[in-house]
Structure formats: structure tokens, C-alpha cells
């Protein structure tokens, strides 16, 4: 039997012929910008990465106050290659988010959420929002100190949203301390909820974007731009990419393998140097900026409105730039992004040098 | 729609209003147990209202010992003129656990920079709100804690 009896037979009982007419016909346009083309993939394999070391931390992890720790500490030390499993698992979480907002400031500012993408960019939002409680729920997993206060102090901001905060608190802290419960109940959002979750929005993201092609910036639009085949040509250079990941990842895991730190102590106070994962330093940071009270209004209180509002219109984009919409340019949606990537990354500066 | 009266409409009418509603049952009946199952049961907090927190003779002065009250963590203070004060650890701005300072002579919290003076009043920083204070009984060499 060869290779073509096999496809044959494949295709006789699956029927091939339209995922193999769409390999033929999708094409990369080529231009100055063409290089922010390959973080949504470079995602997406990183995204690969997470899941198949996070099915591998599963088969000794133990999600318990008691044990929590200790068997993380039995993966780093005993396991063989339990140190790298565990180091690329949390590096490659770090570079996924990364290569994540990359992808999506790339996509703000080429505009790539104008019609009929509205659809794509909202569901790159959630796919944000899940990520961003991926990272939140994992890093309490290990149950150290860091983990702990971290956790203590972003279950409260949710507490002080208004209305709802005191339902939000206690049904992320499972009871109204972070205890052994809110571990237990992170470890299900983290391997049960969220992977459901955003298999579902990934694959919608990933069909819309098959559906629309390659969005081209509003700049280039129209113009006679060079063409790539996607399959071979573009998908051999996104592998390119892709092995460059895996070096950085390998690298980095085998250089500066990710600490454990100190087991999580209920009744001890919250280190000196206290911080954030990096991707929420700059919230941290301003939250550290906003004073005790603004007039009668709790300042974290505001901080916490004002995230959100940020939060619901960063969401909305699709809608609220009219000008894209209509074809037109639109500087101030342009300036918008460039003012947030300052903000998050000059907050992101000063919470590490502060 | 215009309403019109034969047979059929009201029997279709009926029909949707009738699946519609038992939709409507089914789904509230399915998601309300789902949704009361994920809060948390209330469990009752401890009762205790006093516990030892700590041996006189152990604390130095300008000195700060966290100690277990109930489920949550307590702190006290002892000033350098020998005062002994205590306090609840729970940083009232986002909750993270507070410490002493000897040099400062004041109450911080890590998490936000945000400290509080001897008296547990918030004097720098984001803390909204002084800390909880604790009455502060000694008997021998114990020191009493208690609610109120
Ligand atoms: S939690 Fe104490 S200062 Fe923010």
C-alpha cells in the first residue's frame, strides 16, 4: 500500500477535498509589515507547548494545601526532567502571553478589526480574558508565598467590584479566606473549566480567521501586494519561527529554571519585594499610584471601575471606530493604542525598578 | 403581529408558549442547582473570641508577633515603651498579611507599601481603613486576645 492508496481511503470515508482546496488557496500577503503575521501562530504553538507539559505536571501534581507544594517540590527534585517539564511549563506561559499581546497590539494597530472582523477580534478577547485566568489560577497552584498573597490580593479586587464582589470573592476563594479550597477550586478552572473554554473560542477564532484570510493594513489596501503560498511556503517559515520558540524556551528553562520558592503560610506576613506576575505589574503599579480614598470612593475602588471600563472598551473596539469601519483613516484609534502600549509598558518599568 | 383569533393561531400559540416555557423550566431547573452548587456553603466562623496570642516574656519590646486567631491571622505589637496593643493582620486595603517594623516603629504591609502607626490607624500608603483592633488582657504570662 502507498501513500496515495492511503489518502484515497481516507478521503473516500472523510472527505478531504475542502480542507485541501483551502491549504491550496490560502495565501500570505507580503509587505513591510508582514513580520506581526507570525506572533498569532507563534501563540498558538506555544499555547501546544502548555498543553502537552500541563498533561505532564498532571500525572504527579497533587492540588491540596497540604500536599500541593510538596509534590511540586517532588516533580522539581525527583521526577526526572520534572525541573524541565515544569521550567518550560512556566516559561512557555510567560512567552505565550507575550507573543499574545504582540499579536493583539499588532492586529490594534493594523486596524485588523475592521468589517467584517469583528467577529475575530471579539473572540481574540476572550481568548485574552482566558489566558490572562490561566495565568492567574496556575500561579497559585505551587502553593508558595508569592502564590498565596498574589492570590489574596486579586481575589480581593475582584470582592470590591460593586454589587457582585462579595458573590465573586467568595466563589473564586471557595469560603472567605484563600485557603486549601481556593486552591482546589483554582487547580479545576486551570486544567477543567479554561481548556474547555477556550478550545471552544479558539476554534472559533482560528475558522474566522481561515474564513476572512489574512487582514491587510487599511495603508496597503488595494494595492497590487506579492502573494504567498500559505502551505508550503509561509507555513515552512512559521515552523522557522516556531523552532526559534522552542530554542528561546529550551534556553531559558535550562538556564534560569523556575523557582518554587517557600511553601504558602496563612499565618505568616507577606514578603518585602512583593510582586505581581509581569502582566499584571502594571494594574499593581497603578493600583499602587491611586491614593487611599478620592473623595468618599475607595481609590481601589475606582481603580477597579476604571480597569474595567478600560477592559469593556478595549472589547467594543470593532464598534466604537467608526472611521476604520467606514474605510476612512483613523489616527485617534491609532494614537488610543500607542498611549496603552506606553502606559502598560512605562507601569510595567517603574513596578520593576521602584 | 396581527391577532387573529382562528383555531390554528391559538393552538400554535399555545404550542410555543407551552415549549417555550418548559425550555424556560428546564433550563432554570438545570443551571440553578449548578449555579447554588458553585458558592461556597457558609461555614460558621469560629467561635472563639479570645485565645492565648502569645508568652509576655517572649516579646521584646518595639517588637511584633503574628499570631493564629481563629482561621485568620492576628497581630501584636509590643512598643518600645512596653505597651502591648494587638491588632487583626488583614491589611485593609487588599488583604495581605501585615508585619512590624521595628525601625519605623509602624505597622506595614508589603503588598502596597502601606503602613499603619501603633495605634493601627493607616497613616501612609493605600490602606483605607485602620486595622481591627483586639483587646488586650495579660494574665501571668499570657497575653489574652480577644473580639471587642
Ligand atoms: S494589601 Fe496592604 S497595602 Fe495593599
Redesign the pocket.
Known amino acids: 500500500m502507498n501513500m496515495s492508496t492511503i489518502a484515497d481511503w481516507v478521503n473516500d470515508r472523510a472527505g478531504l477535498a475542502p480542507l485541501k482546496e483551502l491549504a491550496q488557496k490560502k495565501e500570505v500577503p507580503l509587505h513591510r509589515h508582514s513580520l506581526w503575521y507570525y506572533f498569532g501562530g507563534m501563540t498558538l504553538f506555544l499555547f501546544f507547548i502548555q498543553v502537552g507539559t500541563g498533561i505532564l505536571l498532571l500525572l504527579y501534581y497533587r492540588p491540596s494545601a497540604e500536599n500541593a507544594f510538596e509534590s511540586v517540590q517532588f516533580i522539581m527534585t525527583e521526577v526526572q526532567f520534572g525541573w524541565l517539564i515544569r521550567s518550560i511549563h512556566s516559561w512557555s506561559a510567560n512567552l505565550m502571553i507575550a507573543t499574545m499581546f504582540i499579536h493583539m497590539f499588532s492586529a490594534f494597530l493594523m486596524k485588523a478589526y475592521r468589517p467584517p472582523r469583528e467577529f475575530t477580534w471579539i473572540s481574540g478577547s476572550l481568548l485574552l480574558v482566558i489566558v490572562l485566568a490561566f495565568g492567574f489560577s496556575g500561579y497559585l497552584l505551587p502553593w508558595n508565598k508569592l502564590a498565596f498573597f498574589a492570590t489574596k ?1 486579586g481575589t ?1 479586587i475582584a470582592g470590591v467590584v460593586p454589587g457582585i464582589g462579595d458573590f465573586l470573592l467568595r466563589f473564586l476563594r471557595g469560603g472567605d479566606e484563600v485557603t486549601g479550597a481556593t486552591l482546589t477550586r483554582f487547580f479545576g478552572f486551570h486544567v477543567a473549566v479554561l481548556p474547555a473554554l477556550i478550545t471552544a473560542i479558539l476554534f472559533i477564532h482560528l475558522l474566522l480567521v481561515q474564513r476572512q484570510g489574512m487582514s491587510v493594513p487599511p495603508s496597503l489596501e488595494g494595492k497590487a501586494l506579492k502573494k504567498m503560498k500559505f502551505v508550503p511556503n509561509f507555513l515552512l517559515r512559521d515552523l522557522m519561527g516556531w523552532l526559534i520558540a522552542l530554542g528561546a524556551l529550551a534556553a531559558l528553562s535550562a538556564i534560569f529554571p523556575w523557582e518554587l520558592g517557600e511553601k504558602a503560610d496563612p499565618f505568616a506576613s ?1 514578603p518585602a519585594g512583593i510582586k505581581p506576575e509581569w502582566f499584571f505589574m502594571f494594574m499593581f503599579q497603578t ?1 499602587k499610584f491611586i491614593p487611599a480614598k478620592i473623595g468618599p470612593i475607595d481609590g481601589e475602588v475606582l481603580g477597579v471601575l476604571a480597569f474595567g471600563a478600560g477592559g469593556l472598551f478595549w472589547f467594543l473596539v470593532p464598534f466604537l471606530d467608526r472611521k476604520t469601519a467606514q474605510g476612512k483613516p483613523s489616527r485617534g484609534f491609532t494614537v488610543i493604542g500607542i498611549i496603552l502600549l506606553v502606559y502598560i509598558v512605562g507601569m510595567t518599568i517603574i513596578g520593576y525598578t521602584q | 403581529m396581527e391577532k387573529t383569533n382562528t383555531p390554528l393561531t391559538t393552538r400554535r400559540n399555545f404550542i410555543d408558549y407551552f415549549l417555550g416555557t418548559s425550555l424556560g423550566a428546564t433550563l432554570v431547573a438545570t443551571f440553578y442547582p449548578i449555579f447554588k452548587f458553585l458558592v461556597p456553603p457558609q461555614i460558621a466562623e469560629s467561635t472563639e473570641s479570645s485565645v492565648v496570642a502569645a508568652k509576655v516574656s517572649e516579646l521584646k519590646p518595639n517588637s511584633g508577633k503574628i499570631f493564629k486567631f481563629g482561621s485568620k491571622p492576628g497581630i501584636i505589637v509590643k512598643t518600645p515603651t512596653g505597651e502591648i496593643r494587638a491588632f487583626s493582620a488583614t ?1 485593609t ?4 498579611t ?1 508585619q512590624y517594623q521595628e525601625g519605623t516603629q509602624q505597622i506595614w ?1 508589603a ?4 503602613r499603619y502607626d501603633m495605634a493601627g490607624k493607616n497613616v501612609a ?3 483605607p481603613r485602620p486595622l481591627e483592633q483586639f483587646t488586650v488582657n495579660v494574665r501571668g504570662d499570657e497575653i489574652i486576645v480577644s473580639k471587642g
Open positions: 490580593v480581593d507577606a493600583l | 491589611c486595603h487588599l488583604d495581605c501585615v504591609c503588598c502596597h507599601n502601606g500608603g493605600p490602606p
